[in-house]
């Protein structure tokens, strides 16, 4: 499995989230919760089809099973990040999120 960029990840676990929350991953959602211009979104979104990690859907773009794959292990890595920052090195639990990333 091919390392992804930094922004490929964050783009995988927003998606994600937002499939478990049952909402439909669309390019305003992600422009608006990315801070990016809904042009950048759609091209980024182009990418990630390209790759096989999104696919269009009626609204917005869903993961395939390798992105949903790679969502759950970006995941994971960042949890772990935050479970290190609390219990090694004694960050408050308020502090750790963008420090994970």
Known sequence: MIKESPRTEEYLEYIYKLQE???SATT????????????????MLKQLEQKGLV??????????KEGELKA?????????????????LGFKWDKVHEEAC
Do not use: F, N, Q
């Open 72 to 88: 759950r292990k970006v995941i994971r890595k960042h949890r772990l990040s935050e479970r290190l920052l609390t219990d090694i």
């Open 55 to 64: 696919k269009y859907a009626e609204k917005g773009v869903v993961l395939t």
């Open 28 to 43: 305003s959602k992600l422009a608006e919760r990315l801070e990016l211009a809904p042009s950048s979104v759609s091209e």
């Open 21 to 23: 929350m049952h909402e």
